[in-house]
């Protein structure tokens, strides 16, 4: 999720308001009593407003703070709420998005079983591609996502987001970020307001030049491509590696910047321990994506060019 520290820019009167989170708890809500299976309104109910909030909030901490033991505690929570979004008709977006939280939580569970880090065993005709320099948690992530069969959008869409990113000046094969963020998915949300393939925060999609209302262009698969090549282009400008420039994309460019300057640090590998766990895992997982998919090692891509 792309994160920023700007200031949201004053709305015109005139300009529609997006719906509420309230509005969208309604709508959830009526569309799991309307057509949610039995089976499913048996063992699950839907939560009142107070209780989502309580848990997204719960959720949303988790995420945020940096021990990732607290993290995988909400595994049996996370698992619940994504099998009801699953059984709402037009909430597949949301489930998503809560999909891909519950990759970071199922990760921290794991590494509370890995004292030691090694090499995933290799598949027939895959190649490891290995990095040079140090990213903690890379094995991990590599043993998780070189057996995930690709996403049903990818044949229609890695070709135009990669297009789009070669056209910024970033390497195209960072054109695989989509898929940890969004599934491949152009519709995907996320309950904070996070939209699209690349999962822009409206005031981060605003400050790249992209309408979020009538039309949110965020769901532009172009656009939003363009959008978030330029946004990783001025990160790599500022941090002067792949890795944190992830990590500023997740986190935000000031928390990140704040952490190295505490720690006297230059890499991902310096802060990785003080970062939020979200963040501590997503970093990895798009480094191994990224090898997985395009067959490159982060310390391997190239600088951005001119676009």
Known sequence: MAVTAW????KSPTTPEEPSSDELYQAGKELFDEFAPPEVKEQYEFPSKQSWDEFAQRLQRGLDQNDLAVL????????????ALRAIPDY??????LQGRLDYIEAAKQVAKLPVSKPPPSRPGVKLVRPTVNIPYYDLWLSRVQGRPLPSRANQLIPLLREAFAAEGVPPELAWLAEVESTLDPAARSPVGAKGLFQLMPVTARSLGLSTFLP???????????????????????????PLAFAAYNAGEGRVRRLLEARGGKTFADVAAVLPAETRMYVPKVCATVAVRAGV????LPAPGRS
């Open 72 to 83: 995988a505690q909400y595994e049996p929570e996370a698992r619940a709420a994504l099998t």
């Open 297 to 300: 090692s982060p310390d391997r």
């Open 92 to 97: 597949a977006d949301y489930a998503d998005w």
């Open 216 to 242: 949110d262009e965020r769901t532009d698969a172009d656009k939003a491509a363009r959008a978030a090549a330029r946004y990783l282009r001025t990160l790599y400008g500022k941090f002067g590696e792949w």
């Open 7 to 10: 200031s949201e820019p004053a």
